[in-house]
């Protein structure tokens, strides 16, 4: 059951948001917050899939997800728009940043196929360490493995396009959260579109004149 669990979740990641998520904090934080972030996270992701999955759902719905995901990620796009200098990077180092990544990576992977295919295989079988080892180590390699792969390409990419980059991906994944959560008509949509962009042009703006 671990080469199982481990080839299933490794597969099932490809491509995932998270990856994305991921390749947009990299940007602003060390390889070693990310990793630890992440690897904290994916403990939890799947002790929860295993041994709580049915406590889980009985306090928090699809919808309570999808709700704390949108804004976190709304914020994070906003975030990812600050211009970093000197202090900052000295204030990141006082602070837990990997758990600011693990927040996000738990929240983005919650309720998400990989968590899904870890609770079938669980409840299909009584292998339950073999079935957690090999869900850990396929959601955290194949991570790994795309911000690998992401950092080389991104690494040609100039520091301001990265920032957008980096917001892009933030407010895309919480605006389709929201997008699920509360269906809205086009004009409805048009007109978000347009609030976010004005917020965070305005905001970027700010960020630019504080650094001058």
């Not at 934080?29 to 009985?58: K, Q």
Request: proline content about 0%; charged content about 15%; aromatic content about 18%.
């Amino acid at each position: 059951m671990f080469f199982t669990s481990f080839l299933l979740v490794f597969l099932a990641e490809i491509a995932d948001k998270t990856q994305f998520l991921l390749l947009a904090f990299s940007q602003r934080y060390s390889l070693r917050s990310i990793l630890f972030g992440m690897g904290f996270a994916c403990v939890w992701l799947n002790f929860l899939s295993i041994f709580a999955a049915s406590w889980l759902h009985h306090y928090l719905s699809v919808q309570d997800i999808q709700w704390i995901a949108a804004v976190v990620f709304l914020i994070f796009g906003f975030h990812s728009l600050k211009i970093a200098n000197k202090e900052d990077k000295k204030e990141r180092k006082l602070r837990f940043i990997w758990l600011s990544v693990a927040i996000a990576f738990f929240i983005a992977e919650l309720g998400d196929k990989t968590q899904v295919s870890t609770i079938t295989l669980a409840a299909q079988s009584n292998e339950k360490a073999a079935i957690f080892c090999g869900s850990f180590l396929g959601l955290f390699l194949s991570n790994l493995f795309a911000l690998t792969i992401g950092k080389v390409l991104l690494s040609h990419i100039s520091a301001s396009s990265l920032r957008l980059l980096s917001a892009a991906v933030f407010f895309g994944y919480g605006s389709w959260s929201l997008f699920r959560l509360y269906p809205m008509s086009q004009l409805q949509i048009v007109c978000y579109c347009l609030f976010l962009f004005t917020a965070a042009f305005f905001y970027s703006l700010w960020q630019e004149r504080k650094s001058s």
